[in-house]
Every structure is written in C-alpha cells, then in structure tokens.
C-alpha cells in the first residue's frame, strides 16, 4: 500500500427504528459494561432532545440520534489491537438488543496530504475530471468533490473525494479526504436472525477497511500528481 495513505478515522454507523437518544448516558454505558469503566470523557456531553454525543480521551465517540446510532474512533498511529470501537458497538447491540435494527454502515476515512493546496486541486481537476472550461465561471476556479457508488456482491461501497485541510498540532496540510461507507441492509426474518447478521458485519470491519484501502490503492492511488506526505491527524473541510 501506499506510505502516502493514511487512515483517520473509522465509524460504524447502526441505521434503527424509534431509538431513543436519551437512554444513551454515561452511567449507563459504564453500569452495563458498554464502555470500560476508566475511560474517561474528553468533554461534556452533548444532550437535546434529538442527539446524544459522547466523545472520550482514547478517541472512541458515540453519537446518538432518534434513527441512528454512530461508534466512531479516531484511528491515526493506532494498531489494529488497540481499534476499540467494534468492541463497543457489540455491546451496544447486545445490550440494546430490543431496538429494531434495519442497517449497518462501515465508514472509514483516509487522506492523502500534498505539498500545496494547488496540487492537491490538481489530482481532483487534473487527475479524476477531465479540464474543460466548466472548471471556471464569474473569474472563479470550481470547487470539485465526487460522490460514487461501487455495487458489492452485498451491499454498496459508497465513496466520497474531496479536498480539504488537515491539522496536525499547528501545522494545517492540504489533502485529500476519501470518505467510504460499506453499507449493509440487515437480513434474516426474525429480530434474533437480524441482530445476528449485524453482529456479524460489525466483527467483519477489518475485511471492509481493507476493500475500501484496496479500492484507493488500486484505483485512485497508482500514480499521484507530486509526492504526498503522510499524515496523523484530525480532518477539517
């Protein structure tokens, strides 16, 4: 793989019916074994009526709306023992195992930094689109991203390019985020069978990281426009 790649960030996002945000606390999370009882918060939670956000010192975040429930990590210079969020999104499911489970999204994101913000617009209008005047209009150059959709043998890998900054401490570095999402709708013809299947994917994340990091390397990645470096960070767009 290439050494200009790197993986930020992975989420595991469980798409459900009529969840309730506000069962999500910090005491239940740790009375029920969901969370370890030493982690320790990173700030206050957020609570209203409609989200529940909950983010920890070792990364691990958990974001809860009335149809969704996230488990993200920030994943840069960790090795893959030490990736927690699987672990916890298990346990949310086992212990929430009455709420009526419909999806399951695998989303990683990675960047690849480049020595100047130009380069970095070149590999999106250079490399991916083909020029042509449409890439100007008013004096002004495009703001390009891309969406695209690759049909799996199950489910869908959605990916997401776009340009961004990355900040490393005070240094912001010009990038480009690729944001996957591995999505797969729940089978099984009873709540038993369909939490099975969900289990099931979640503790296939490694295979699907790799299918996004094969998709990148192969197809996106074989031939970059100038030196990339390689970064640990967190993104900002």
Do not use: H
């Not at 690849?112 to 209009?137: M, R």
């Amino acid at each position: 793989m290439s050494n200009s790649l790197q993986l930020t960030e992975i989420a595991i996002s469980l798409v459900a019916k009529n969840l309730n945000p506000a069962v999500l606390n910090p005491d239940f999370l740790k009375y029920t074994g969901i969370i370890p009882s030493d982690w320790e918060l990173a700030n206050q939670p957020v609570y209203n009526n409609n989200l529940v956000q909950l983010v920890y010192k070792n990364g691990v975040g958990i974001i809860v709306q009335p149809n969704r429930l996230n488990v993200l990590e920030m994943i840069a210079g960790k090795p893959p023992a030490e990736i927690q969020l699987a672990t916890v999104a298990r346990q949310l499911v086992e212990k929430l195992s009455q709420v009526e489970y419909q999806a399951v999204g695998i989303n990683p994101k990675a960047v690849v930094g480049f020595t100047s913000e130009a380069d970095a617009y070149q590999y999106i209008c250079g490399k991916l689109l083909a020029p042509g005047s449409w890439q100007e209009f008013g004096g002004s150059k495009v703001n390009a991203g891309l969406e695209l959709s690759y049909p799996l043998k199950r489910g869908v890998l959605n990916l997401a390019i776009n340009q961004v900054n990355v900040q490393f401490g005070e240094q912001v570095t010009p990038a480009i985020l690729f944001s996957g999402n591995l999505n797969y709708p729940l089978t099984g013809n009873t709540v038993t069978e369909r939490i099975q299947d969900l289990q099931q994917i979640i503790a296939n994340w490694q295979n699907d990281v790799n299918i996004f990091q094969q998709l990148l390397v192969e197809k996106f990645l074989s031939s970059s426009p100038s030196p990339a470096q390689q970064i640990s960070a967190s993104v900002f767009s």
